[in-house]
């Protein structure tokens, strides 16, 4: 069975659960879900999910609102152990907390009351490293992210943009292999979403990170992605197709956003995820009427 590293062209569907890890082959993956459930209390969150990020692979996972993205992000990050199943980093099962992953939520992570420079070089404070050459780096990686020159401002004389990049530089500074992001730019404007957006796949070029990205968003999951893998509407989610995005690179995902093949794409994805989209909705009414 395909298992998401090679996919045919194009589009693939696949059958739910994408479950047999039998069949995968090459180096072990940055991350296997392997049949992993999720239950809080008696309601079971995520169902039998399998699902593997390729070494150096961009993948998003999208799916209808409150279906176990984040579930699935934060099991990955080690935060949430799986009721059932196996997560596997490099080849390792995962126990505890996932050293190889940087994480990147939707909110501000930043420390109000710590200058941007500080806040990019807390995470290597905290491993012990020294103040000056942590300084030196953090500087480094506050130009990489277009913040020459704003290291001393603090997150309150900042736009939601430059937060967004120290955040960025919080992360990456670190060298994680992979980058776990929950919907990162949600809360930007559109054309300071567009910039972060470019902005991040130049880094991504740059630095070749496993990246699994969560986002509602289609348009963002298709311009960014080497995969989209959809999610089917909770409870009991799980992945119910997946597809590799053969858009060329580099891209801009302004202008990517023009092309017949993303517009092709796109109708591909949303007619596989629609059906999920006007399930949630519909749980979500009869919810709201009990
Ligand atoms: N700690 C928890 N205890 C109980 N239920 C939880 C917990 N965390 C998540 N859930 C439930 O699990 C389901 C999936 O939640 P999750 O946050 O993973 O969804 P999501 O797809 O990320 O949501 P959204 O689209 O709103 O960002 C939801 O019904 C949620 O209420």
Known sequence: MTFGLQPEAGAVRMPAPVG????????????????????????TAVNDASLLVGDGEFVSIVGPTGCGKSTLLNVAAGLLEPSEGDICV?????EGINADAGYLFQADALMPWRTALSNVITGLEYAGTERKAAERLGNEWLARVGLSGHGERFPHEMSGGMRKRVALA???IRDPKIVLMDEPFSA????????MENELLQLWTTYRKSVLFI??????AISLSDRVIILSAGPSTHPIAE???DLPRPRDVAEIR????????????????KEE????????????AD
């Open 215 to 220: 986002t509602h968003d289609l348009e963002e």
């Open 277 to 288: 989209v006007l399930k949630a909705y519909e749980r979500n009414q009869r919810k709201l």
């Open 170 to 172: 919080q992360t990456l």
């Open 20 to 43: 047999d890890l039998s069949a995968h082959a090459g180096p072990p993956p940055a991350l296997l879900f392997d049949h992993v459930s999720v239950r809080f209390g008696a309601y």
């Open 90 to 94: 490099y080849g390792r099962s995962l």
């Open 188 to 195: 930007l404007d559109v054309q300071t979403r567009v910039l």
């Open 243 to 245: 597809f590799r995005i």
């Open 258 to 273: 023009m092309t017949p093949r993303f517009v092709e794409l796109y109708h591909q994805i949303w007619d596989a995820m």
